[in-house]
C-alpha cells in the first residue's frame, strides 16, 4: 500500500505558476498509475491530469491543457504538476492520486489511493 503526500500549494496572482508535489511512500509508486484531480468549494472532484507508469502517457482535462504539465521521476518516487497561467477558476484543492492499474484513467473510481490535498488559491 502507498501512502501520498502533496505539497506545493498556496496563494498565487493569477498569471502566476506553482509547481505541486506528491511524494510516495514506497518505490513501488513507479509502477502506478498517477493522476491529479481538484476540488473546488461547493463542487464535486474532478479530473486534472493523469500520466502512465512510464511517463510516456498523459493525458489533461480541457480546462487546463496547455496550461499545466504532469510528469513524475520514478527515481525519487514524486510526482509532480506544474501550473502555469493560474487562473481564478483554479482555485481549488489538489489531490494526488495513485494505482496499481496499468495505462492512464480520469476516472476518480478507478484510483486506489488518494493524498490529503493541497490547497491552491488563486486571486484575481
Known amino acids: 500500500q502507498v501512502q501520498l503526500v502533496e505539497s506545493g500549494g498556496g496563494l498565487v496572482q493569477a498569471g502566476g505558476s506553482l509547481r505541486l508535489s506528491c511524494a510516495a511512500s514506497?518505490?513501488?509508486?513507479?509502477?502506478?498509475?498517477q493522476a491529479w484531480f481538484r476540488q473546488a468549494p461547493g463542487k464535486e472532484r474532478e479530473f486534472v491530469s493523469a500520466?502512465?507508469?512510464?511517463?510516456?502517457?498523459?493525458y489533461y482535462a480541457d480546462s487546463v491543457k496547455g496550461r499545466y504539465t504532469i510528469s513524475r521521476d520514478n527515481a525519487k518516487n514524486m510526482g509532480y504538476l506544474q501550473m502555469n497561467s493560474l487562473k481564478p477558476e483554479d482555485t481549488a484543492v489538489y489531490y494526488c492520486?495513485?494505482?496499481?492499474?496499468?495505462?492512464?484513467?480520469?476516472?476518480?473510481?478507478?484510483?486506489?489511493?488518494w493524498g490529503q490535498g493541497t490547497q491552491v488559491t488563486v486571486s484575481s
Open positions: 492520486a495513485a494505482d496499481l492499474r496499468g495505462g492512464i484513467s480520469l476516472r476518480e473510481n478507478e484510483y486506489n489511493y
Open positions: 500520466i502512465s507508469w512510464s511517463g510516456a502517457v498523459t
Open positions: 514506497q518505490r513501488a509508486f513507479s509502477s502506478y498509475r
